[in-house]
């Protein structure tokens, strides 16, 4: 089992950055590969970035490529998205997710799901 919560939400402006965590608990963490997700309203959810067990291996959507980073830390249980020059189309809900099995390409898969925090930008 693990619980994953994330924070680091909050509202921008359009142009600046946020970082958001996602903290598991369990001592398997550097065994799952991490990803993020995002609903924004009205929309199905979206899979945005992933990342493999080590670290060594990132994935991007589209639109997010050169504007946000996943990393994680292992040690700290920790996993982050940097979000660089925000759009007002990146407001949602955003959720880390982690999975023990797959390719970090597909957003399928995915276990455990964290509770979400709202990513608001203002034009």
């Known amino acids: 089992q693990v619980q994953l919560v994330e924070s680091g939400g909050g509202l921008v402006l359009a142009g600046r950055s946020l970082r958001l965590s996602c903290a598991a608990s369990g001592r398997t963490f550097s065994s799952y590969m991490m990803g993020w997700f995002r609903q924004a309203p009205g929309k199905e959810r979206e899979f945005v970035a992933a990342i493999s067990w080590s670290g060594g291996n990132t994935y991007y959507i589209d639109s997010v490529k050169g504007r946000f980073t996943i990393s994680r830390d292992n040690a700290k249980n920790t996993v982050y998205l940097q979000m660089n020059s925000l759009k007002p189309e990146d407001t949602a809900v955003y959720y880390c997710?982690?999975?023990?099995?797959?390719?970090?390409?597909?957003?399928?898969?995915?276990?455990?799901w964290g509770q979400g925090t709202q990513v608001t930008v203002s034009s």
């Open positions: 997710a982690a999975k023990r099995l797959g390719s970090i390409t597909y957003g399928g898969g995915y276990e455990y």
